[in-house]
């Protein structure tokens, strides 16, 4: 069983200094962390790195070096699971519009995307939506989120909700 843990949208340090405790605790057990843009600072990159094999993408609000690092769009297999990665922003249609029409063209099983803050888990013409939210800024959102992905010989996703530390 492989463990994933799927997150977007840390805004380090620009709305938090660091990555709240539940989420490291996660990256502590996890297999590969995908990262679905805004970053803000290649920190965050090289701090989950430490823990596993890191993919992502950039967001709106990334830097130069980001951007350059990992491009707007990733498409990886594990095992099995296709997953397309953006962020999803740009203009016209909704942010889960946009993410999903990235992959058009591709024959993938999930698509990852941020921007938003807002979590997402629905299924569109066979192919899975995925926003975990935000571990850092939840915006109107009742709580933080990140997403944890488990791919066995079938695969099951979820999103993990939590409060504020104190």
Not at 16 to 39: M, R, S, T, V
Not at 64 to 70: M, S
Not at 106 to 115: E, K, R
Not at 118 to 143: A, C, H, W, Y
Request: proline share 4%.
């Amino acid at each position: 069983m492989k463990k994933i843990v799927i997150l977007s949208d840390t805004h380090i340090p620009v709305r938090a200094k660091q990555l709240p405790d539940i989420l490291l605790k996660a990256c502590e057990e996890a297999d590969l962390i995908l990262h679905a843009g805004d970053w803000q600072t290649l920190d965050v990159y090289f701090e989950l790195s430490a823990y596993a094999e890191t993919i992502g993408v950039a967001g709106n609000v990334d830097p130069w070096e980001i951007i350059d690092r990992f491009g707007k769009k990733k498409i990886l297999a594990v095992d099995d699971v296709k997953i397309g990665i953006t962020h999803g922003d740009g203009t016209g249609k909704t942010t889960e519009q946009r993410a999903l029409a990235a992959f058009t063209d591709d024959d993938v099983d999930l698509v990852i995307f941020g921007h938003s803050h807002i979590p997402v888990m629905k299924e569109l013409n066979g192919v899975t939506l995925f926003n975990p939210g935000s571990p850092t800024d939840k915006r109107r959102q009742i709580q933080y989120s990140f997403g944890m992905l488990e791919i066995g010989e079938t695969w099951k996703l979820e999103h993990i909700f939590f409060d504020k530390e104190e």
